[in-house]
């Protein structure tokens, strides 16, 4: 196994997780951002307000890209299985 070896598995393991963890990230920014607009707006500065549309936001998305993030890991894994059979 070389050092370019190493760094391909690296860098596709990263992407692999920006890309799994994006719909949750993604669904929690653009919820905050909207909550956080509506506050600057209505004036109300409830803190504990942005908590629960959050977690709603992030589970739905969770569960909408859930056959999205299994195989995108599925691929991950396959990729580095067959490195182990090929002997890198």
Known sequence: MT???V??????????????SGPAVIAAM?????????QALTQVQEITLTFVPKIIAIFLALALAAP????????????????IATGF
């Open 3 to 5: 050092q370019a070896d």
């Open 7 to 20: 760094l391909d598995l690296v860098q596709f393991a990263i992407w692999i997780t920006i890309l799994v």
């Open 30 to 38: 653009v919820v905050g951002l909207s909550i956080a607009l509506l």
């Open 68 to 83: 999205f993030m299994g195989s995108q890991t599925g691929r991950l894994t396959d990729v580095l299985y067959s490195r």
